[in-house]
């Protein structure tokens, strides 16, 4: 599809949901609007390795992004998940979600270096740049990470690579949640190079990377049994895209974003947690004013990710004022209400 | 009077305004030491770090608390009278300089740690909090805040928030936007705002990120919520010399290339080094016509391991002599040099002014050289301080004030840089920001539509345009104006110089 085609489609200013590879079709609000398929629109424009920076069309699956950045010696230090189906670069640009490493390498939006998007008046605008330190202009690219497509529509994103890891191991230790909590936040106040730290009822995992020497080190530190490499390594990719089997079945899964320090919650349902403590995942038929309210006393915000009964909302609703200043950007990137139309909040 | 709907189209004007019922109304609300009127005590707000752009204010006022922030801005945004935030005035880009119709918003008192948790690994801290007192709190947990503005002694956390401030370890830690999890913000409309949470995201449109370098125009920030990490165990700075600048400008791409994460990479040519050397006795290379500083962090090994991967690559690159830092003294020197950039600029010449653009690492060699060239054309000297890992450059353009014509001149240099620092596929500023300096250089940087979502933003925050006006994003008729100016004359006068 061209440039000439997403602008007519927009001009019409009818409502238009735009979709990627649809691997995320599951999360946020309801679908509303007539498809506006971007994965066509696909491709690496650039990348330099030495630059640490590619920049590539939405609709570029990820597989692929991943496949050319391998050949080099690099990757995506963010880790989007798939979710086992096409992702592309757009969606998970739009998305914002970010991967096991969360808490060390840093969210997608961390990586974001540009922009190019197209605004509800069909306007080519471009935001950032393909360096690392830009500051001219507010930054607009970043806003774009998690905005659910509701701003415009992302054509191109510029994204931070790093090098691959030389070295990693992945670590595991029998602990109850408690302890598990605890021990991933004493870790992660250490110089220790913890690349991701995620528990559920088997235990608490470890993932250490970086420098040979560093990752031998910590492992003499640390103790805890190493987990074969290819084991370790499908179940780091199993949590990022959520084949995992506790996320398998139907039940209602929730994501409660905490501070990592955050005591074990008393709620109903199972619970994984992830990102040294920070994202927490509960199943079950849960009540949405419950565990809001537990979130928030615990300083941080609940989602119901997949599943349930949707008709509350998904996303913990904001107070006021914010709304307020949502509203107004959203009216200044999209006057007319075309993208998205209650994806992100219900009347945005 | 009331002042309309901010428009992207012409610069706010607040000339009708009145504000001697505001300046009672403000007396009312502040401690007597806490507003200011007097022309000899306002002089030491009429400009920030670039002191070639001065002002006085209405006002000066100095909130004590998050009340009297809320006071002052509800009492402004009812009188219609802009309100410019101010941190440390350390600022490089006259950011915080004054509004002539305006008040200055000092935010230095509201100077307290709030919270340190050494097993979240966060502090809470208030926004005239200076970056160097987090670290120094944290020391005793091992921890410490990453992002290390050379002016850390003095800079606010709150102006590196509204700068998006950057330093020599952000290549491998990360800007300020990486280190910042939680804001409190005020707005013109006084309205507090959370943006961000102790939790690593928050619901709805991520406004920590847009926030995070929008250079007090959206909001004043008095509160902010820091990540803090733990200090590696040792640290090692490697010091090569060439003597060709593009060759070290070759070899910091080199070095990126090989898989190295340095923990900072920066350059200096001879001109920055000659400087420093007689006052901070760093041991640089003085016949070199450029060095490298390489730091590797992390355990013993691990250092070991990197230098030795550097020094392989600078040596392939054309090293003419590598040192490494022997113990930490000598790494603390090696950085203090650097640190000590832009203050030694001023030690040899009256006056100096300091540019930003950043650039692909790619293109050190190229910008290099023709900032060469560009000394010649304008007659005027240029040494030469980089954030290299970053392609960010800090070229220091050299002149005497006192001499006429020689700032306009030094402006037109600058000017130059920026637009090859576009050209070559950059930016014009990489940490100082916009402010009002760089207003007629984003015009060549955005098109008029971007601009104009630019103005969408602010207008969301900030409908009237009170807080910090005429800074970081240019009116389209400013634009209009200097493409006009451009086709008549070919060469970027400064018109705002005029009207000073
Ligand atoms: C010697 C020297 C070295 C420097 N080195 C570096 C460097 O390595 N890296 C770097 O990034 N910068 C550097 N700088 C620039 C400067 O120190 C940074 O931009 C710093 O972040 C400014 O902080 P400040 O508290 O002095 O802010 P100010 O200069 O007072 O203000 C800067 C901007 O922030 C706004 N602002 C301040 N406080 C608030 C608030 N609470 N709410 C909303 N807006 C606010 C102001 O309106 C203004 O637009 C250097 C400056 C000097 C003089």
Same mark, same amino acid.
């Given at each position: ?9 927009? +001009? ?20 509303? $609007? ?17 630059? !640490? ?31 086992? $189906? ?41 935001? %950032? ?14 806003? &774009?990470?998690?905005?659910? $497509? ?38 992660? %106040?250490?110089? !220790? ?28 530190? &640390? ?6 490499? $290819? ?33 074990? &919650? ?23 004013? +419950? ?30 004022? +914010? ?26 | ?9 012409? /610069? ?15 007396? *009312? ?48 945004? =009812? ?40 097993? #979240? ?16 709190? #944290? ?25 998006? *401030? ?34 690593? /995201? ?43 600048? =593009? ?10 290339? #090989? ?44 250092? *070991? ?14 090293? @003419? ?5 022997? /113990?930490?003294?000598?790494?603390? =020197? ?75 001149? @030094? ?72 493409? =006009? ?16």
């Amino acid at each position: 599809m061209s440039l000439e085609a997403f602008r007519e489609r927009i +001009l019409e200013r009818r409502p238009l949901r735009i979709r990627g590879g649809g691997s995320k079709d599951f999360y946020g609000g309801p679908l509303a $609007g007539e498809p506006l398929d971007v994965s066509a629109y696909r491709g690496i424009v650039s990348y330099e390795p030495s630059e !640490l920076v590619v920049t590539a069309r939405a609709g570029t699956p990820l597989a692929e992004l991943t496949a050319v950045l391998a050949e080099r010696g690099q990757w995506l230090a963010f880790e989007p998940p798939t979710f086992r $189906g096409p992702a592309t670069l757009g969606g998970a640009m739009a998305a914002g979600l970010s991967g096991p490493g969360r808490a060390s390498h840093g969210a997608l939006r961390d990586f974001v270096l540009g922009a190019k998007l197209m605004d509800g008046e069909g306007r080519v605008l471009t935001f %950032g740049g393909q360096v690392m330190k830009n500051v001219a202009g507010f930054d607009v690219s970043r806003l &774009l990470a998690g905005s659910l $497509g509701t701003l415009g529509l992302i054509l191109e994103a510029s994204i931070k690579v790093l090098p691959l890891p030389v070295a990693q191991a992945t670590l595991r230790f029998q602990l109850a949640q408690g302890r598990a909590l605890e021990t991933m936040n004493l870790w992660a %106040g250490r110089p !220790l190079p913890i690349t991701a730290a995620a528990w559920d009822d088997q235990g608490l995992m470890v993932r250490l990377a970086g420098a040979e020497a560093a990752v031998r080190d910590a492992c003499g530190t &640390l103790g805890g049994v190493r987990v074969p490499d $290819g084991d370790a390594a499908s179940h780091w990719t199993a949590l990022r895209d959520q084949g995992h089997p506790f996320f398998a079945g139907e039940a209602p899964l929730w994501r409660l974003s905490l501070p990592s320090t955050a005591p074990p &919650l008393d709620l109903p349902g199972d619970v994984l947690i992830e990102w040294g403590g920070a994202q927490r995942w509960l199943r079950g038929d849960l009540d949405a004013t +419950l565990l809001r309210d537990a979130a928030r006393r615990a300083g941080g915000h609940a989602t119901l990710f997949r599943g349930g009964n949707r008709t509350a909302g998904v996303f913990t609703p904001l107070p006021a004022p +914010l709304a307020t200043v949502h509203r107004r950007l959203k009216a200044a990137f999209d006057p007319h209400g075309v993208f998205n139309p209650g994806r992100l909040l219900p009347d945005l | 009077m009331t002042v309309r709907e901010h428009s992207p189209e012409r /610069d706010p004007d607040f000339q009708g305004t009145s504000p001697e019922s505001l300046l009672a109304e403000l007396r *009312a609300l502040l401690p007597p030491a806490s507003l200011v009127t007097d022309e000899e005590l306002l002089r030491p707000y009429e400009c920030d770090g670039l002191s070639a752009y001065r002002r006085l204010p209405l006002a000066v006022a100095l909130p004590e608390d998050e009340a009297q922030v809320v006071a002052v801005l509800a009492a402004c945004h =009812r009188a219609g009278i802009p309100v410019v935030p101010r941190g440390a005035g350390t600022g490089l880009s006259a950011g915080s300089m004054p509004h002539p119709q305006g008040i200055l918003l000092s935010l230095a008192k509201l100077n307290r740690i709030l919270h340190l948790d050494p097993l #979240a690994r966060v502090a809470v801290v208030q926004t005239g909090v200076r970056n160097l007192a987090i670290s120094e709190a #944290a020391l005793p947990h091992g921890l410490y805040y990453a992002p290390d503005p050379s002016s850390q002694i003095a800079c606010t956390i709150g102006g590196n928030v509204a700068e998006n *401030a950057g330093g020599v370890h952000c290549l491998k830690y990360g800007l300020t936007v990486h280190n910042v999890l939680r804001l409190r913000i005020v707005t013109i409309e006084g309205d507090i705002l959370e943006l961000g949470s102790q939790a690593l /995201d928050a619901p709805g449109l991520d406004l920590l990120a847009l926030f995070i370098g929008s250079e007090g125009l959206l909001g004043v920030v008095t509160e902010v919520t820091v990540r803090l990490i733990p200090r590696p165990r040792t640290a090692q700075c490697l010091m090569a010399s060439f003597d060709d600048v =593009r060759k070290a400008g070759e070899a910091v791409a080199a070095v990126i290339a #090989a898989g190295s994460i340095p923990a900072g990479l920066e350059m200096m040519d001879r001109g920055v080094t000659a400087a420093v050397e007689p006052f901070v006795h760093a041991g640089y290379d003085l016949d070199a016509a450029a060095i490298l500083l390489c730091e590797a962090d992390g355990t013993a090994q691990e250092v *070991a391991e990197e230098i030795a991967r550097m020094r392989a690559v600078l040596e392939r690159g054309g090293a @003419t002599g590598i040192r490494v830092s022997r /113990d930490e003294a000598e790494r603390i =020197r090696f950085w203090a040099g650097r640190k000590a950039a832009f203050p030694s600029a001023g030690r040899i010449s009256p006056d100096y002014y300091c540019m930003d653009g950043t650039i692909p690492r790619k293109r050190l060699g190229d910008m290099l050289t023709a900032i060469a060239a560009m000394e010649v054309t304008y007659g005027l000297r240029c040494i030469n301080v980089f954030h290299a890992g970053d392609g960010n450059l800090h070229p220091l353009i050299l002149y005497d004030a006192n001499v006429a014509g020689q700032l306009e001149r @030094t402006e037109a240099f600058g000017a130059e840089i920026l637009r090859l620092s576009v050209a070559l596929g950059g930016t014009i500023t990489g940490e100082h920001g916009v402010g009002f300096e760089k207003l007629d250089a984003m015009c060549g940087q955005f098109l008029p539509d971007e601009l104009k979502v630019f103005h969408g933003i602010k207008r969301a925050f900030d409908p009237q345009g009170l807080l910090n006006p005429v800074k970081a994003i240019p009116s389209l008729h400013r634009c209009a104006e200097m493409g =006009r100016m451009r086709v008549h004359q070919g060469n970027l006068p400064f018109p705002e110089l005029e009207r000073l």
